[in-house]
């Protein structure tokens, strides 16, 4: 499959190409962690990858049409939800995933850098979003169960449920210095489910 015969960022491709893409994309998150969105360079990521320069300016046309791949990528490798049957232990599950992966490092300082580049970066901004929209679509059926089983009541927003219990934690990741716990993320888990059952997010079609 040639690369010129697609848009930038939208190939799925397999074999040697995607063992390119998968190199390609592994150099660029490992360069916007180090250095952040604004010191990204195809040619350096090209190096890192030891892949050619002609290869990724074919492939991606531009950093941002690389970033926006590397958020698909990370959304497709995303773990998938884990389903306990009851809605604290659903939602102690993603705020634990979200913990694990905001105090990585690398990963931390990878989402910062995507979301400082989202504010001022239009296509950046569009890919942060459906990464985001992805993940939250994975977790709202854990919602919707718990409505189901009456542990919450009828009409609740159940994207805005799992959108409460990761608020906190990136708002901890961008506004503190301090490591992000187990115990943060159970927090905020204990939180949004309190929240939730007291009708808080409810849709405004079905308030009292």
Request: with cysteine; charged share 25%; glycine share 8%.
């Amino acid at each position: 499959m040639e690369f010129e015969d697609a848009d930038p960022g939208t190939l799925r491709p397999g074999g040697r190409t995607a063992r390119v893409r998968a190199a390609v994309l592994r150099a660029a998150g490992d360069a916007m962690a180090e250095r952040g969105f604004a010191h990204l360079d195809l040619a350096d990521i090209a190096r890192r990858a030891e892949v050619g320069k002609t290869t990724v300016y074919r492939r991606w046309g531009s950093v941002t049409g690389l970033v926006a791949d590397l958020l698909t990528d990370m959304a497709e490798q995303s773990l998938p939800r884990t389903e306990t049957g009851e809605l604290l232990g659903d939602l102690k599950a993603n705020a634990g995933l979200v913990q694990r992966t905001l105090a990585d490092p690398r990963q931390g300082a990878l989402f910062k850098a995507v979301i400082a580049a989202a504010t001022c970066d239009a296509k950046t901004a569009e890919a942060l979003h459906r990464f985001y929209e992805v993940r939250v679509e994975e977790w709202a059926p854990c919602v919707q169960q718990a409505v189901n089983r009456g542990e919450l009541p009828e009409g609740t927003d159940t994207h805005q449920v799992i959108r409460a219990v990761s608020a906190p934690l990136y708002y901890h990741l961008l506004t503190t210095g301090a490591p992000l716990s187990e115990a943060a993320a159970d927090q905020a888990a204990e939180a949004a489910a309190a929240a939730a059952r007291a009708g808080a997010y409810l849709r405004a079609t079905a308030r009292p």
